[in-house]
T-cell receptor
Framework: QQQVKQSPQSLIVQKGGISIINCAYE??????FPWYQQFPGKGPALLIA?????SEKKEGRFTISFNKSAKQFSLHIMDSQPGDSATYFC???????????FGQGTRLTINP | SAVISQKPSRDICQRGTSLTIQCQVD?????MFWYRQQPGQSLTLIAT?????????ESGFVIDKFPISRPNLTFSTLTVSNMSPEDSSIYLC????????????FGEGSRLTVL
């Protein structure tokens, strides 16, 4: 119930392509869904987040698509760049609970 | 925003010893969180450090193994006690300055290797 399942585990995309990472959850009480980006040797940093009252949120090249009925959400990186090469984590939390449950992570490599 | 500093950034420890990790936040926060990230793996919450009260531990983590202190609103420590090679991991401190479900900020982590 508290798990967030993320796929794929690793992803290789050509420069300029679209990177897509998917997450699924079971607990319908989750109401906050962030994506974190982590570079080697660094802590995770918030990339973009969404709440279930909207189906899509876009910030620059990064878009979250949210499907409440399917209990799935995904991260789309448009015009992927080598600098986007990092590990991406989806997460979920229940408002007021404050603690995040993280997905397993996706190692993204953008080939030049 | 918040800047979170952790010390040490990395250490190599002997089996059976204990190590204390320090976490300093540049602003006052209600809750601080300690996560563990095993090599190439996801983040698992160890405990929530509450100022003025006992830490709240997640399932599978106990106070005797991971004692936590929270003396004020900007500082916390996590001790990894009686270490074994299975404790080799990155330990991350985090905080949410805005409270509620605002952005969670992370330190850069403390990478521990237990021989």
């Amino acid at each position: 119930q508290q798990q967030v399942k993320q796929s794929p585990q690793s992803l290789i995309v050509q420069k300029g392509g679209i990177s897509i990472i998917n997450c699924a959850y079971e607990n319908t009480a989750f109401d906050y869904f962030p994506w974190y980006q982590q570079f080697p040797g660094k802590g995770p940093a918030l990339l973009i987040a969404i709440r279930p009252d909207v189906s899509e949120k876009k910030e620059g090249r990064f878009t979250i698509s949210f499907n409440k009925s399917a209990k799935q959400f995904s991260l789309h990186i448009m015009d992927s760049q080598p600098g986007d090469s990092a590990t991406y984590f989806c997460a979920a939390s229940i408002q007021g609970a404050q603690k995040l449950v993280f997905g397993q992570g996706t190692r993204l490599t953008i080939n030049p | 925003s918040a800047v979170i500093s952790q010390k040490p950034s990395r250490d190599i420890c002997q089996r059976g010893t204990s190590l204390t990790i320090q976490c300093q936040v540049d602003s006052q926060v209600t809750m601080m969180f300690w996560y563990r990230q095993q090599p190439g793996q996801s983040l698992t919450l160890i405990a929530t450090a509450n100022q003025g009260s006992e830490a709240t531990y997640e399932s599978g983590f106990v106070i005797d193994k991971f004692p936590i202190s929270r003396p004020n609103l900007t500082f916390s420590t996590l001790t990894v006690s009686n270490m074994s090679p299975e404790d080799s991991s990155i330990y991350l401190c985090s905080a949410r300055p805005g409270g509620g479900t605002g952005e969670l900020f992370f330190g850069e982590g403390s990478r521990l290797t237990v021989l």
